[in-house]
């Protein structure tokens, strides 16, 4: 674990730092699996996640809930939980809507690899826990991702094959949140 990371919910302070998050992370992770030419689609992602952390931010009594570590001042990662998303909805005909996704996890392409990752994902399980909330599902159509999903939360509850083109499937979980408290999220 990094020395002085600390996992808090952000404040309007934290929004620059958090959409360097979200540029940066973004753009590598389409970089990383040869898609850095879908311009249109990174910039995309990048707005839609600024754009919902700032709702967040601003609508305090929504039902999304967003995490960030910091270092310092600066936030180098960022989770949300919230309503569940298209994709989940689609890939599984409406079966999870119910259920919260866990969601915008990016992390600086610098800190990556070091637990930061699975830090926010236990300290959002934790809040979870205290609310009451039983389950959360995930999804990926990112394979460097859906690797790491597989390693954390085991077997997908739902595989779309070529949802995002030849070989481009889509993976959603559905995981229990006592599964994942108190630090067992690896």
Known sequence: MINGLCIIRPTHDDMESA???FEESITDAFEKEGLGYL????????EYKKDLLKFSLENTDSNITFLTAKISDSVI???SFGPCGAEIKE????????????????VLPNYQGK??????????????????VEQFCLDSGNKRAQ?????????PYKVVKDY??????????????????DGTVK
Do not use: P
């Open 115 to 132: 637990g930061v990752g699975s830090a926010l994902i236990n300290a959002m399980v934790d809040y979870l826990h205290i609310l009451g």
């Open 77 to 79: 990662a960022t989770i």
């Open 39 to 46: 311009n249109v689609d990174i910039a995309r992602e990048i």
């Open 19 to 21: 959409y360097n998050v």
């Open 91 to 106: 890939c599984t005909n409406n079966q999870l809507d119910s259920i919260g996704e866990l969601g915008s996890l990016y």
């Open 164 to 181: 995002w083109g030849k070989n481009g499937g889509h993976m959603v979980w559905l995981c229990k949140v006592v599964d994942y408290i």
């Open 147 to 155: 690797k790491r999903w597989l390693r954390k939360f085991g077997e």
